[in-house]
């Protein structure tokens, strides 16, 4: 049973930096591409970040040095460094495994970075 569970999020000033981490189980860990996507109110789900499982990184323009994904093999993890937090980067952030190759995409159910003064 695939199961990836969240875990970092929280409230905090504009300007402020919160670590995103995501525990996996349930899949080949090292054969899956990794990534984050967030979910805002009135918005549909978009790209944060994602690594693929061969290293090449992609990020949305609007976290492009801000934010940094990684990947934990050996722990079967998945993190998120945020920084410079705005407003905007409030939602719901959510892990996801794929391998595109069997068509398998699995989510968690999601942490909560909510950014206000």
């Known amino acids: 049973q695939v199961r990836l569970v969240e875990s970092g999020g929280g409230s905090v000033q504009p300007g402020g930096s919160l670590s995103l981490s995501c525990a996996t189980s349930g899949v080949l860990f090292l054969d899956y591409d990794v990534g984050w996507y967030r979910q805002s109110p009135g918005k549909s789900r978009e790209l944060v970040a994602y690594l693929s499982s061969s290293g090449h990184s992609t990020y949305a323009d609007s976290v492009k040095g801000r934010f940094t994904i990684s990947r934990d093999d050996a722990q079967y993890s998945v993190h998120l460094q945020m920084g410079s937090l705005r407003p905007e980067d409030t939602g719901t952030y959510y892990c996801?495994?794929?391998?595109?190759?069997?068509?398998?995409?699995?989510y968690g159910q999601g942490t909560q970075v909510t950014v206000s003064s």
């Open positions: 996801n495994v794929r391998r595109p190759k069997y068509s398998q995409d699995y």
